[in-house]
C-alpha cells in the first residue's frame, strides 16, 4: 500500500473463521461523486468523476472494500480543445463525468461522456486496470450512463436526464447498431423532477435500473424492474434518508460480495469537502434490493463487511491512496518528479515555469489531492531560491472560492501572503472573466530566510465547520499561523463541480524560466 491518507484509519476484527472488518459511514470521507463499482474475482473496482483533474477517471482497487489504492487513470490528457489547456477558456466543471465501469468475458470496459465540445463519449478498455487503459471509441455523448452487457452478449446503454432512454451498440462498440433498439423507457412511478445517475445490473433474469431522483419531498434512490430490457419498468424507492446531519443521499449502484453478501454504494453530498461515499448493506426483499439495514432504506452508522460476524473492535473509516491530479492538462516539459510518474510523484516534484499566467486559476502544473474528513492537516515545503521575479509559489485550498499562501519575489524581496480569491467563468466556454483578490496577511520573508518555506493547512469538515486555517514555519518545527481564523471552504455547482482540493501551485507573471523544489510531506 502507498502513502496513504493520514487522518484515515481502519480497523480489523477478527472471528474464529475469518478476517471481519467493520466500517463507519461515510466509509470515503473525500470527494467521490458519480461512484460505480465492481466486483470482479477478489477485487473490487471503483471509478468517480474527476471533471478537469488530469489524469483522470481513476480507478480505485480494493480486496475487501476498506483498503483502497489507485492501480491506474483511463487517461493522461485530453486534447479535444484548447481548453484542456486552459486556453480559449478552461474545462473547469466538466471534462470527465459519470464513468460506468463494466467486466465482459475477460476485458474491462469503462465509458464516459466528456461534458464538453465536440460533447462524446469515450469508450476505453482493458484487460488489466493495473497496466492501463485504452481508447477503444468515440461514440454519441449519453448523460449520466450506463453500460450494459446482456446474457446473449448484445451491449447497451441507459442514460438520460428526466427521460431515461435505452440505445443498442454494435458488438464491438464503435457505434450505434444500425436497426438497434433505440427507445424511451417506460417507467412507472418515475416521480416528477430530476432524474438521472443511470445504473444497471441484471439478477436472477430480472433487469434493475438504479436512478437518482430530486422530488418535491428531497432526494432518493429509485429502482425500476422489468423482466423485459425494453420495460416497462417498475418502481421501488430503496433509500431515502438524510445521514449524519446532511441531506442529498443517493446516486450510485449495488454490487455483489465474495460470501453471497450485496452491498450498496452511495454518495452523498457534504458541502466544502465533496461528494463522498457511504456502503449499506443490501437485501434481496420481495425480488427488490433494499438499501439499508434490513432493507430500511437508512445509511447506516457502522456496516459489517464481508457477511455476519462478530467484531469484537470499533469501526473506523476506510483507507484511500492520497492521489495526485493535475488542474487542467500538465506541461510534462516543466516538471520533474522522484518516480518519474507524474500521478504518483513521491515526496519531491521540480517544478519549472514556461507561460505566464495571471492567478492560481488559470496557472499550468498546478497539482491537487482530496481534502478529507472528519479533518485534515497537510504540509508542503518550497524551495524558493530559484524563483524569478514576479513569480509565486505556494500552497491553496482550492476550489471556485479559494484559500491561498503565496509566496512572491517582487523588486528582489521575498514575501508571504494569506489570501481569498474568487473566480468568475463564463457560461458557455467556462473562460475566466475576474478575479476577485483580497490579501488578509502579508509578512516579509526574512533576508537569508528565503530557502526553504513550510506551508500548512488544516480542514475541519464536521457537520457545520467546512473550515481551513493557515500556517508558515521558517524551520519546518515551529508554525504560526497566518490570515483568516476558519476560511470557510465550499462546494458549489457552477464553477469547479467539486469539493475543496489541496493543491501545491507556482507559476510566472513577468518571467519565464524559473524553478521551485516542492516537497510533499505526508
Known sequence: MKKLFSMLCFVVALSASAQQIQVKNPFIWADAPDPDIIRVGDYYYLVTTTMHLFPGGPIMRSSDLVHWETVSYLFDEIKDTPRYDLREGTVYGRGQWATSLRYHKGTFWALFVANDDPHKSMVFKTDDPAKGWKLHSRL?????????????????????????????????????????????????????????????????????????????????????????????????????????????????????????????????????????????????????????????????????????????????????????????????????????????????????????????????????????????????????????????????????????????????????????ESVRLSNNTKEITKVDAKEVETVTIPKGKAGKIYLRIDGDFNPGCDTANFYYSLDGKSYTKIGTTDYRMIFDYMRFFMGTRYAAFYYATKNVGGQVNLELKN
Request: hydrophobic share 30%.
Open 140 to 420: 454519441p455523448a449519453y448523460h449520466d450512463s450506463s453500460l450494459f452487457f446482456d446474457d446473449d452478449d448484445r451491449v447497451y446503454v441507459f442514460s438520460g436526464s428526466g427521460d431515461i432512454s435505452l440505445v443498442e451498440l454494435n458488438a464491438d462498440l464503435t457505434a450505434e447498431k444500425e436497426g438497434g433498439i433505440r427507445k424511451k423507457l417506460q417507467l412507472n412511478g418515475k416521480p416528477q423532477g430530476l432524474h438521472e445517475g443511470s445504473r444497471v445490473i441484471k439478477h436472477d433474469g430480472m433487469y434493475y435500473l438504479l436512478c437518482i431522483s430530486w422530488p418535491n419531498t428531497g432526494r432518493q434512490e429509485i429502482c425500476y424492474r422489468s423482466k423485459n430490457i425494453e420495460g416497462p419498468y417498475d418502481s421501488k424507492v430503496i433509500l431515502k434518508s438524510k445521514f449524519g446531519g446532511f441531506n442529498y443521499a443517493g446516486q450510485g449502484t449495488i454490487v455483489d460480495g465474495k460470501h453471497g453478501e450485496w452491498y450498496g454504494v452511495m454518495f452523498q453530498d457534504r458541502n466544502g469537502v465533496g461528494r463522498v461515499l457511504t456502503v449499506e448493506p443490501c437485501s434481496w426483499i420481495d425480488g427488490w434490493p433494499m438499501l439499508g439495514t434490513n432493507g430500511d432504506g437508512i445509511i447506516p452508522e457502522t456496516v459489517t463487511l464481508d457477511g455476519n460476524c462478530e467484531c469484537h473492535k470499533e469501526p473506523a473509516y476506510a483507507v484511500i491512496e492520497k492521489d495526485y491530479q493535475w488542474n487542467h492538462n500538465y506541461i510534462k516539459e516543466d516538471i520533474t518528479t522522484e518516480t518519474g510518474s507524474l500521478s504518483k510523484p513521491g515526496h519531491h516534484v521540480s517544478l519549472k515555469t514556461s507561460v505566464l499566467c495571471n492567478s492560481i486559476f488559470d496557472a499550468r502544473n498546478t497539482i491537487t489531492w482530496r481534502t478529507w474528513g472528519p479533518t485534515c492537516s497537510d504540509t508542503i515545503c518550497l524551495d524558493v531560491r530559484k524563483m524569478k521575479e514576479g513569480d509565486c509559489a505556494g500552497f491553496a485550498a482550492i476550489n471556485g472560492d479559494s484559500g491561498l499562501l503565496t509566496i512572491k519575489l517582487n523588486g528582489g524581496k521575498y514575501s508571504l501572503t494569506m489570501s481569498e
